[in-house]
């Protein structure tokens, strides 16, 4: 069983930051890609960040040079470093993993619960 936990999300003002956490764990033996995803009320999920297991990251234009995806690989861990924040940044926030539990096994893509983050304006 692999289970990916996010924490992290909450209410601030315009301008202020916050950081995302997404906590994999269970039964794991290699992670490939891992993403932050949103998705606002009434929208699609959209692809927030990206961060390769080996170091590449990409961005969705409207968070690029706010926004900083991190990962610690020793700890399965992912991070979101979320900088002067929008109203339009609200969302619910998911966490994607692509993770294989066995050597040789297909990568299967698993998704965390989703935080909420809420910016005032």
């Known amino acids: 069983q692999v289970q990916l936990v996010e924490s992290g999300g909450g209410l601030v003002q315009a301008g202020g930051s916050l950081r995302l956490s997404c906590a994999a764990s269970?039964?794991?033996?290699?992670?490939?890609?891992m993403r932050w995803y949103r998705q606002a009320p009434g929208k699609q999920r959209d692809l927030v960040a990206t961060?390769?297991?080996?170091?590449?990251?990409n961005y969705e234009d409207s968070v690029k040079g706010r926004f900083t995806i991190s990962r610690d690989n020793a700890k399965n861990t992912m991070y979101l470093q979320m900088n002067s924040l929008k109203p339009e940044d609200t969302a619910v926030y998911y966490c994607?993993?692509?993770?294989?539990?066995?050597?040789?096994?297909?990568?299967?893509?698993?998704w965390g619960q989703g935080t909420q983050v809420t910016v005032s304006s």
């Open positions: 269970g039964s794991i033996f290699s992670i490939a890609a």
């Open positions: 994607n993993a692509a993770i294989n539990r066995h050597s040789g096994e297909a990568y299967y893509n698993y």
């Open positions: 961060a390769t297991s080996g170091g590449s990251t």
